[in-house]
């Protein structure tokens, strides 16, 4: 049936343009998401038709005979046995895998059948008990968590689909997710003669703030309601200040009969965000990309898979085919122009690369791009040959299951505080990982404070209670007495033994523990690299856990490998390095990232400055009036004790102490607890605080000459503040700050320009991330400033600078799937 006619028979057209409008109203400013294009439009039309009238709709922007046949061959699944299912599967072509990453797939894990059909926007898990159907669930494939429940779902035949084009042209529209009766809806039905809304795109301004206040004002006058939803509240003016909703919209509209617009950075700054737009139709690896590449901006460099490396120009509208359709304007060497529609930004990454050296623009329409590709290509083959050499020795080992115990739901509800969404469905995907017959290798990305050490904590406690042991592998001491204090509060009411090996442990009690460890009589062990020394040994290590993985050094992570072979293995990172990254991207590591913050958990107001100490003095002044305690970060051993004497002339009635890795670990160890019990106001300390350190008192931390650390270091020392509800600070003070304004001397001393041109791209880089959840952000924006180095090896460094990172990392999971592939075939 017509788009016309159904609509006549549900809803009249003043009523659509009633539901368009109120939401606005309803939600005092936070409305349901409308973008403009034409085909955002008819996505806001089926669902108020769905609302209206309660009855599901297929629908499809694409016209053929393919989507033809596989919207009349459906089928609806109710109460049907766990075999039944599975030969339904078979018949309508769905392909098995080991893990789903897209539609018309599925797969199996003991009782659960997951199945990707190719109307659901996200996956669905059928979970049986024997042959009868419990229940049935929507689920998040990229996170796991479970969306709804359903009462039944729709399927049809995968083979009537040959691309994917035409797979994510079909949607299910409807309020029980399945469909109950069906409406057909294709993009030609709908048309400006029958339906006209008044949407239109906004204007684009490109940073013409100016033309952009004009608009402004004109539309207030003539009450309209405006919206802007922004990232980059600091670039304009404050007048803009109460119209702000948030910066989670990608593109903006305007309504002339209900006078209403929105804009965003893609109007305001010509920016886009291409990772949004590919996550809707594309592999999982670029919904993890996703989460590092951000926003690409007007003159900031492009690859495209098939035509290379481009500036980035802007967004262009053009009327084809009676749409209005977005295309992206790629610039290339010589002049040359590449107009990309919208529909093909799956096959665009931003550039990442060293910042320090800018990329070779690509020529159209010669073969230079292909010849480097192909070179590119035969390297990556080597390296993924390489990680799944490795791949295949955990693959070959079997492990025995990890089952649930009854303690596990009492130690769970002893937790004090209440778990977030992310700390769920992790704490679930890792113990679902441990009840399997093959290794756990898993990467758990959390920014910091954000609960990677509970989720840990419950893997652990499981372990144990299945008779095995768990290794605890941290980068310092410190962080080894964090984690040894916050596991023992944690099972002080099981019969669990931990213990440490660490500096901070006498040798006698290193020794001692070393020969408990092989006799099996620890539990679990914390400690630093000692770990990996080859006196140690363990009885049946099951579990190990390896903490900020990106401080241990290349010899080490060999270790660490030997010993993951035969154990369950979870890295835990706020920031993980490009190589460890990029295995989880490929799906040779399981990835889990926790984003939601705690619940009260505010950002830290970061600031940037030339050093000061006045500025010190009210820092500090501030924080103690206020009842708190404060991290004076100094990372010069032979001049620390110089900057406390410093501060104590200024502030004598300060209570000062200094800390530092080359103290006795017992004097260290002593001015951590005084420290923590609040009998000293500002710890005076190097970078040995960087990893670990919990005080909720802390909001405040200053750090001098930020200009040498790196990016990593900063956001980790950063995240040692603002661990409760109170509003924490940091201040980076710089000093130099000569250079960055006189040109002329640099130009005289090119040698260090780079240097301090890097220092100042961190110290920008920290100020700009100061929303919570930002340690994928910094990992890939420290990846850009440092260039990548040996980070994946020094042959790997190169072609990432060819191509960028984005697309490297693509094509190396490309790569290594199809030689999984291949492998499978020829077993």
């Known amino acids: 049936m017509l788009i016309e006619k159904r609509i006549q028979e549900s809803i009249e057209f003043k009523k659509l343009e009633e539901s368009l409008h109120n939401p606005i109203k309803a939600n005092k400013g936070k409305f349901c998401t409308v973008t403009n294009t034409t085909l955002d439009i008819q996505e806001i039309l089926l669902k108020l038709i769905v609302k209206t009238t309660n009855k599901g709709i297929i629908s499809s922007n694409l016209i053929n005979q393919n989507i033809r046949k596989y919207l009349i061959n459906k089928k609806h699944i109710l109460n049907i046995t766990f075999q039944k299912l599975i030969k339904i599967l078979d018949k309508n072509s769905y392909i098995r895998v080991d893990k789903i990453i897209k539609k018309g797939e599925f797969s199996l894990h003991g009782d659960i059948i997951s199945l990707w059909p190719s109307f659901y926007e996200h996956p669905i898990r059928a979970i049986f008990f024997g042959e009868e159907l419990e229940k049935i669930e929507i689920y998040d494939e990229l996170y796991m968590k479970k969306i709804r429940k359903l009462k039944l779902f729709t399927i049809s035949n995968e083979s009537y689909l040959e691309s994917d084009i035409e797979r994510q042209s079909i949607n299910i529209k409807s309020s029980h997710l399945y469909i109950n009766k069906n409406i057909i809806i294709f993009e030609k039905n709908i048309s400006k003669s029958s339906i006209d809304f008044k949407f239109s795109y906004a204007p684009m301004y490109f940073k013409r703030l100016d033309l952009f206040k004009k608009d402004f004002i004109y539309k207030l006058n003539n009450k309209w309601q405006l919206f802007i939803s922004t990232k980059h509240t ?81 967004i262009e509208q053009k009327y084809v085919l009676n749409h209005y359709l977005d295309y992206l304007i790629l610039k290339y060497d010589q002049g040359d122009i590449l107009s990309v529609p919208i529909s093909q930004v799956h096959k665009l990454t931003k550039y990442i690369g060293p910042s320090n050296i800018r990329p070779k623009i690509t020529r159209l329409g010669r073969t230079n791009w292909e010849r ?70 898993r990467l758990l990305v959390g920014d910091v404070g954000f609960g990677k050490t509970e989720v840990a904590i419950r893997a652990a406690f499981r372990t144990v209670l299945n008779g095995y042991q768990v290794a605890l592998l941290c980068p310092t ?113 399981d990835i889990s990232i926790i984003t939601t913050p705690p619940p009260g958990r505010k950002s830290i107001k970061t600031h940037v400055e030339s050093f000061s100490w006045n500025k010190v003095i009210n820092s500090i002044l501030f924080e103690i009036k206020r009842g708190g305690q404060i991290y004076f970060v100094h990372n010069k051993v032979l001049t620390i004790n110089s900057i406390k004497e410093k501060l104590l002339k200024m502030l004598p009635h300060v209570i000062f102490a200094v800390a530092h890795g080359q103290m006795h670990p017992s004097t260290l160890q002593k001015i951590m607890w005084e420290f923590y019990t609040k009998k000293i106001d500002c710890l005076i300390c190097t970078t040995i605080i960087e990893n670990g350190i919990d005080i909720k008192n802390v909001n405040t931390i ?117 030689l999984k592939k291949l492998k499978g075939s020829l077993n």
């Not at 119209?243 to 009969?257: A, C, L, Q, T, W």
């Not at 523990?513 to 062990?525: E, F, H, P, Q, Y």
């Open 477 to 589: 001491t410190i962080l080894v007495s964090q984690h040894f204090s916050v596991f023992k509060h944690r099972m002080k009411n099981y019969p669990v033994v931990i213990k440490t090996l660490s500096r901070f442990s006498s040798k006698n009690a290193n020794k001692d523990n070393a020969l408990n460890l092989t006799n099996g009589n620890i539990d679990i062990i914390i400690g630093t690299h000692r770990l990996l020394s080859n006196d140690i040994k363990f009885k049946k290590l099951k579990l190990l856990i390896i903490d900020e993985e990106q401080r241990f050094g290349v010899a080490q992570k060999e270790k660490i490998k030997r010993l993951s072979y035969s154990s369950h293995t979870l890295y835990m990172s706020a920031t993980p390095i490009p190589r460890t990254l990029s295995m989880a991207l490929s799906s040779l590591k």
């Open 234 to 314: 600091k670039e304009l003016p404050i007048l803009y200040k109460r119209y702000f909703i948030g910066k989670r919209y990608k593109s903006g509209f305007e309504n002339h009969v209900l006078k209403i617009a929105l804009y965003t950075d893609r109007e305001l700054f010509g920016t886009i965000f291409i990772s949004s737009e590919r996550i809707k139709n594309s592999k999982q690896i670029n919904r993890y990309l996703a989460q590092i590449e951000g926003e690409v901006k007007i003159d900031e460099y492009i690859v495209h898979e098939n035509y290379g490396i481009a500036i980035y120009k802007g």
């Open 702 to 818: 200053i750090i001098n000459q930020a200009q040498n650390f790196g990016l990593s270091e900063l956001y980790q020392l950063r995240g040692r503040v603002g661990r409760s509800s109170k509003q924490a600070y940091c201040y980076l003070f710089y000093t130099y700050k000569d250079l960055y304004k006189n040109k002329e001397l640099l130009h005289e001393i090119k040698h260090k320009y780079i240097p301090f041109q890097k220092a100042k791209e961190r110290l920008k880089a920290i100020s700009e991330s100061q929303e919570l959840g930002s340690g994928f952000k910094i990992a890939t924006k420290d990846l850009e400033i440092r260039g990548t180095g040996n980070l994946l090896g020094k042959e790997q460094h190169g072609n990432i600078y060819a191509i960028g990172f984005g697309l490297y990392t693509q094509m190396l999971a490309n790569e290594i799937d199809r």
């Open 372 to 441: 480097i590709k192909n070179k590119v290509k035969k390297s990556i083959f080597l390296l993924a040959k390489e990680l799944l050499s490795h791949y295949a020795k955990v693959e070959m080992t079997k492990a025995k299951p990890l089952l649930p115990h009854e303690w596990e739901d009492k130690l769970a509800s002893e937790f004090e505080f209440d778990e977030t969404p992310d700390q769920k469905r992790t704490i679930y995907e890792i113990l679902l990982d441990l009840q399997r017959n093959k290794p756990m290798n």
